[in-house]
């Protein structure tokens, strides 16, 4: 079957570093899609991994290790308005379908 | 360019009606993806269009729910005989189809079923 586990809720400090983590056990894989979500808007491109490794880009970085079906997302210097819901996605071999775990809500306070 | 859009951005009805759900795709792209998001919950894939390709169906939760794709570009979902399970938001979104299949999301129709 078709499975993507993350934390339901994170909470962090303005300024500090937060770890969200994913695994995932899907029949396929095309790549793993990190996406940012505030409350009440559509879901909004952060990150795509393809090769094990870390991908860095700016304050946000992303790491996947596919034998492990592992990744996680890594914000620093963490700001209020990171304050969203955080959603790991899988891209499916050989078509576009994507499964999305169900988001990881991150509550940055001062 | 302009982005995904979808049209109504809110859309209330009763119970037993008939639904249709419109999403403009951005210009050029060739994949187009239909997801359901209820209150709180992470995204329930529903069907997504490539090409000339027939679609992918997999994720249609019961045959009430259908869409179609004209001309390769605009995508209309139809949801018949409305049930108050359906309320969610549904979002469409597009991408180029080319190998970076990161997807530009559209802001949603709510949909309130009463």
């Known amino acids: 079957g078709q499975n993507i586990d993350q934390p339901t809720e994170m909470t962090a400090t303005e300024g500090a570093i937060v770890q969200i983590n994913c695994t995932y056990q899907?029949?396929?894989?095309?790549?793993l899609f990190w996406y940012q979500q505030h409350a009440g808007e559509a879901p909004t491109f952060l990150s795509y991994n393809v090769l094990d490794g870390l991908e860095e880009k700016g304050r946000f970085s992303s790491f996947l290790s596919r034998s492990k079906g592992y990744s996680y997302l890594l914000l620093k210097e963490l700001q209020m308005k990171d304050s969203a819901s955080y959603l790991c996605?899988?891209?499916?071999?050989?078509?576009?379908?994507?499964?999305f775990g169900a988001g990881t809500r991150l509550f940055v306070k001062a | 360019g302009a982005g995904v859009s979808q049209s109504p951005s809110n859309k209330v009805t009763e119970k037993g009606k008939d639904v249709e759900l419109r999403c403009d795709p951005i210009?050029?792209?060739?994949?187009l993806y239909w997801y359901r998001q209820s209150l709180g919950q992470g995204l329930e894939f529903l069907i997504y269009f490539q090409g000339n390709s027939a679609p992918d169906k997999s994720g249609l939760p019961s045959d009430r729910f259908s869409a179609e794709r004209t001309g390769g570009s605009v995508s209309t979902l139809t949801i018949q005989r409305t049930q108050q399970e359906d309320s969610a938001v549904y979002l469409c979104?597009?991408?180029?189809?080319?190998?970076?299949?990161?997807?530009?999301f559209g802001p949603g129709t709510r949909l309130l079923v009463l």
């Open positions: 899907t029949s396929g894989f095309n790549g």
């Open positions: 210009s050029g792209h060739t994949a």
């Open positions: 979104a597009s991408s180029s189809g080319q190998g970076d299949e990161t997807q530009y």
């Open positions: 996605a899988v891209g499916d071999t050989g078509g576009f379908k994507t499964i």
